[in-house]
């Protein structure tokens, strides 16, 4: 009998062992995973038409994204007229734990987006949006190493759960018969548990080494696969009565990332649009691809856009730098040259800034 007991007392304790991955998961909020990468223009953002690029970049998602200005570097040191938000309303919930986002991460990588524009004479605009998510390689709450190195974090537990209870039956072995009753109290015994679990955090790792190999992966990832899909609807009024707002565009996206080291990056993207012109609805379709070379806090750009509206074709031609200028905010800094037929072209250089919401500690 008494074999039996211990035998049941070793295997309810394995069933623990095997339990703390996930309970380790449980507990780490869902933005902790949120690595700072890069904050490019939300789809509402993005039709608003204030930036001559129509490539969609993607980026993993983030509880709060900011896009501002994106206005012309002749506007000088003024206020941006021109601002847009995305969120993603599943990872607004505190409680979202690291467990919920990788069981249900299509979902909480589900983004919502809104964006307006001041014009001329109190014209203005405003767009909502959407961003859905079908790869991203570079999330590390969905990193196979990442979850073996939490499923470390559990063993690590388990093995100063083991010392802890040696330690507490050392000190108590007038009380218990031997150490598997020790491991059944454990079980059975919330007082006991606790102190044991107290004993442990001794002989526990270090969570640091998790932040550290977060920082680590945060350079390897930034450019790994990801693929996205986006639209959004634009409406116009020419005063500032919301009242007076009509339906002039809506717009479909779709972009690719690759890499071919470790310091690149290829971008691949489409958008179709239908915009409204003397209510005639025209469709402009664009192709294009940006190369990037760096690294996560810095690198530069080179990209090319073609667009087909109505027949007439133009391309574009852009360069510049995406630098990180503080844990969350980002700069972009772009110089743009658009060919028309007749051979004109046109510079305009651009500036914006993104914010989003910081990385934070287990």
Known sequence: MKKLIFIISILLFCNVIFAQTDSILKKISAAWGSLDYSIPESPAFNLLGNNPDNLLKPTSVKSIAISLGNYYLSNAAVIPQNIGVEISPLLLNPKASLYDFRRNSFWYRFRFSLGTNVQEKGAFQIAEGFRFTIIDKSDLRLDREFLEKLGDLAVDKNKAKEKAIQEYYSMHHATYPDIFAVYDAYINNISIRTEIDEIAKKYTLNPDTITNFRNLKKQKLWNAQIWEMGMAALQQSPDSLISNAKFAKLSFWSTYGTHFNLND??????????????????PKISIGTRYYYGKNELRGFVQGEYSLINQLNSATASAGLIFNITDGIWGQLAMNFIFDLKGNVTFAPGFNIGLGTTEKKI
Do not use: H, R, T, Y
């Not at 290829?266 to 209510?279: H, N, R, V, W, Y």
């Open 265 to 282: 990056q290829l971008l691949i993207g489409c958008k179709f649009e239908m915009a409204d012109s003397l209510s005639k609805w025209k």
